[in-house]
Antibody
């Protein structure tokens, strides 16, 4: 059974940093692109970042470029999102998700972890 | 403001059919057949119900169908049931950004 379990969310002050982690199980992580998607309270979904199977391809939505870094450790079956210089507008539930090259869609989602940016 | 435009809400009665539209541009929906739809219940993670415009994953009811015309994609739910009440999000690949992928703002479906 495919499982994605996020951790690391919480309350952080504006300008601060946070590192989200995603523990993957039930599949071979190195075979898939992985993504982070976020959802601000009461809002729609926003695709935040992608990372290729070997970590060489990384892409970000414009609003987080230069502040967030996506990474992965296939040996440890984990994906990370390093969040720096956070802003109030980064407040959201962050989902780790597995992308399907065949479906051109997100096939599996984690349960999400809430990040709240507030002083 | 989302790059793909969806109505904020739609409603229908049990047994009826409804269609949710997702409007993009010639750089995303109009250019690629990489449109997906996600169903999301309150407090839960989204679930894919349509991929590549009109394909259903195994286990998704055939009451859900997708299509595309020009720069607009659509999700139709036939034979509405109370359990269909949820948020629906469209997603498409775009050549306009390096990230490539974008969502619509989401549509809340209310079953009357």
């Amino acid at each position: 059974e495919v499982q994605l379990v996020e951790s690391g969310g919480g309350l952080v002050q504006p300008g601060g940093s946070l590192r989200l982690s995603c523990a993957a199980s039930g599949f071979t992580l190195s075979a898939y692109w992985m993504t982070w998607v976020r959802q601000a309270p009461g809002e729609g979904l926003e695709w935040v970042a992608n990372i290729g199977q070997d970590g060489s391809g990384k892409y970000y939505v414009d609003s987080v470029k230069g502040r967030f870094t996506i990474s992965r450790d296939n040996a440890k079956n984990t994906v990370h999102l390093e969040m720096n210089s956070v802003r109030a507008e980064d407040t959201a539930v962050y989902y780790c998700a597995r992308y399907s090259d065949f479906w051109h869609a997100i096939e599996y989602w984690g349960q999400g972890t809430l990040v709240t940016v507030s002083s | 403001q989302s790059a793909l435009t969806q109505p904020a809400s739609v409603s229908g009665s049990p047994g009826q059919s409804i269609t949710i539209y997702c409007t993009g541009t010639s750089s995303d929906i109009g250019a690629f057949n990489f449109v997906s739809w996600y169903q999301q219940f309150p407090g839960r993670a989204p679930k894919v119900i349509i991929y590549d415009v009109n394909n259903r994953p195994s286990g998704v009811s055939n009451r859900f169908s997708g299509s595309k015309s020009g720069n607009t994609a659509s999700l139709t739910i036939s034979g509405l049931q109370a359990e269909d009440e949820a948020d629906y999000h469209c997603c498409a690949y775009s050549s306009r950004t390096s990230l490539g992928w974008m969502f619509g703002g989401g549509t809340r479906l209310t079953v009357l």
